[in-house]
């Protein structure tokens, strides 16, 4: 609690990178040209495939800073992250990070990816409830990293999780490298998602799960109280307790986030087949379970 308001802005100082680690599959990813919506919700590709993207969200023409969701952004609420996203989802995430853990379906020695890795909860979390495996955290934040390299240190966790940076539209790992990823409050940011979810598909083994956490607009009975507190109460309090406009942010992406549905053929139409849809918390939060949708390769 003893930083300034105004987290000391890394950004500023130069000290992120917002492209992330060179990929050496690059080139194996094809570049789709999307016609966005205006909310930047699911789309149609010109070849006519549903996709997906935040990037038309939030135009660079409206942004003071960094992009909504980027590693530049995260980087400036790093420090008070933890303590804000506990207060803001009343302490609920912890929960679901659990039910993400156990739809991995790991066994012993597994490789696991944990992508938008951020301060490592996710990470940690793996590696404790499954004191076999190792884990590779992935995030364009620099200072997230940062905080999440101490929580590592300080649970003497340093020899099974390792946290690089990255974006996970252009992930540096081979194919088929990781028995099973993880992705907890990422996806929403990441600018092309149809391309992060490919790459997401590439890099697990066949039958391999995928689990991907991810906030929605609440609907149904209790949908107008969760609104509220996500449109109301989420804002002010991130303003209030890190004196940063970024929890702005966190209410937009949210709802132009597309419903579970949505998001569930923007899965399966980037290479990933969808086993489970499960709503958390009145659907607040959808946990997204799938395997890659090829096969065994010959
Ligand atoms: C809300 S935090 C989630 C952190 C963590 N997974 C958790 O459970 O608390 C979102 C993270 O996504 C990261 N991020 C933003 N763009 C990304 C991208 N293109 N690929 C991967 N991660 C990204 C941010 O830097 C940030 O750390």
């Not at 590709?45 to 660079?60: E, I, L, M, R």
């Not at 101490?150 to 340093?158: D, F, N, S, Y």
């Not at 391999?208 to 609440?218: C, D, H, K, Q, T």
């Not at 607040?284 to 379970?289: G, P, R």
Request: with cysteine; hydrophobic share 40%.
């Amino acid at each position: 609690m003893s930083q300034p308001p105004e987290a000391p802005d890394a950004a500023a100082a130069g000290t992120t990178s917002t492209a992330g680690t060179k990929a050496s599959n690059a080139d194996e990813v094809a570049p789709q040209a999307t016609v966005s919506t205006p909310d930047g919700a699911a789309s149609a590709t010109q070849d006519g495939q549903v996709s997906d993207t935040n990037a038309a969200a939030f135009p660079d023409s409206e942004q003071r800073g960094p992009r909504g969701g980027s590693g530049q952004m995260f980087d400036r609420i790093a420090h008070r992250y933890d303590l804000l996203n506990r207060l803001i989802s009343l302490g609920i995430d912890q929960g679901w990070r659990n039910k993400t853990v156990a739809a991995l379906a790991l066994r012993e020695e597994a490789q696991v990816l944990d992508l938008a890795t951020g301060t490592a909860d996710l990470a940690i979390l793996v590696a404790e409830t499954h004191p076999t495996v190792e884990v590779v955290g992935v995030d364009p934040s620099l200072q997230m990293l940062e905080v999440g390299r101490q929580k590592v240190r300080a649970r003497e966790l340093g020899g099974r999780i390792r946290l690089c940076e990255g974006r996970a539209e252009e992930l540096h790992f081979g194919d088929e490298q990781f028995d099973a990823v993880c992705m907890a409050f990422g996806i929403r940011n990441a600018e092309d998602r149809p391309r992060a979810l490919r790459e997401i598909a590439r890099v697990t083994k066949p039958g391999g799960r995928v689990a991907i956490l991810e906030l929605s607009e609440p609907r149904g009975v209790l949908g107008p109280l969760a609104r509220f507190h996500v449109h109301q109460v989420v804002p002010r309090l991130g303003a209030l307790l890190s004196g940063a406009k970024e929890y702005r942010y966190l209410e937009r992406s949210i709802a132009s986030f597309p419903p579970a549905e949505e998001f569930r053929a923007v899965m399966e139409n980037s290479d990933l087949k969808v086993l489970e849809v499960v709503p958390l918390t009145f659907g607040v939060c959808h946990l997204y379970v799938a395997e890659p949708a090829r096969g065994p390769r010959p």
